[in-house]
Each structure stands twice: as C-alpha cells, then as structure tokens.
C-alpha cells in the first residue's frame, strides 16, 4: 500500500482503545491506514450479535470499499491504541483517475481483500465451533493469539467466546 499513500498527502491520527474511528452512517471523508494498532470493522445484528467485517492491524488499509460510497456502512473501533495514516477520499480518487499504476495497485489490492472475505464468509458457513476454529487456525498458520485476544478470534468466527473457550478446553483435553 505504500505505492497508494506514498503519493498522496496524508494525516497521522491517534485513537484510544475503544475509539471510533467512525461509524455506521458518517459520511465517508477518509481512508485509514493502519500505521501500527488495530481497527475492527463491526455491524451490530438485529439479534445484538456483532459481527466483525475486518481486522485491520499495521500496515492495512480500512474499509476500502468506502472510496466509492457516500457513507460508512459500519463502526470501525480501535482495539488497542492505534496510529493511522489518513487519505482524503477526493484525493485519492482524483489520482486513481489518472495514475494507471496506482489504478492497478488499489485494484490488486481490493483482489486480495475479496480473497479474504470469501475466506471469512467460508468460516462463517462452517456448522460447529470446532470447524470454524479449525479453518481459522489454518488461515493463521496454526496459531493462536495471546488468551487476551481470544475474544477477538470468537467473534471473527462468530461465535460466543463461552463456545470458543469451550471448545478450545475440550481441545486441550482431548490433546
């Protein structure tokens, strides 16, 4: 992504843990990039479930699919205390209208994000928390986040964090 923020004038700004950087509604003004920290996307569902749309850590782009919207379509909070790199919206379509590499860049990189958003919708299709944690340790080489974070992995893959803790102690037992 630094061929897209390396050519664009951008704003560094900071959010506490549990900030928002915007929410569902807001009109679109910015893309973030993550500069170091963490940034969940998130939709309340009707049932008072939420649904985790991305995690954006060091180095990823947020809410891309926001370039071409008038507003945002969800919350995005830091959860950690985050640095980003801020893009005007206008800007940065201005210079996607003109420069052809930044063009491809910005479309390679919505290629990959579709990749793995068909990846998480997969997980999400999957019927037990066993599958579901199954196919994300393989999306994550195996591993695990630190236990603090695992609340994070539930709802990544949709489930309580009762269910995953469950499930990852029956794992543990079961060796």
């Known amino acids: 992504m630094d061929a897209i923020f390396g050519k664009l004038p951008t704003a560094a700004r900071q959010f506490a843990k549990g900030a928002f950087l915007f929410h569902q509604a807001e009109p679109v003004a910015v893309i973030h990039r993550i500069a170091n920290g963490a940034v969940q996307l998130c939709r309340q569902q ?24 008038t507003h945002y379509h969800c919350d995005a909070m830091a959860v950690v205390p985050t ?60 591993k695990l986040p630190p236990r603090g974070e695992w609340k994070r992995v539930a709802d990544e893959i949709g489930v309580s964090p009762e269910a995953l803790y469950r499930e990852l102690a029956r794992q543990r037992r079961d060796g």
């Open 46 to 69: 009707a049932a008072g479930q939420v649904l985790v749309l991305q995690r954006a850590t060091g180095g990823d782009v947020l809410a891309e699919a926001s370039l071409f919207a």
């Open 83 to 142: 640095e980003t790199l801020a893009v005007s919206v206008a800007a940065l379509r201005r210079q996607l209208a003109v420069d052809t590499g930044l063009a491809e860049a910005w479309a390679a990189h919505l290629a990959l994000e579709v990749q793995a958003a068909r990846l998480r919708a997969e997980i999400l299709a999957l019927r037990t928390v066993a599958e579901r944690l199954e196919a994300w340790r393989a999306w994550h080489d195996g």
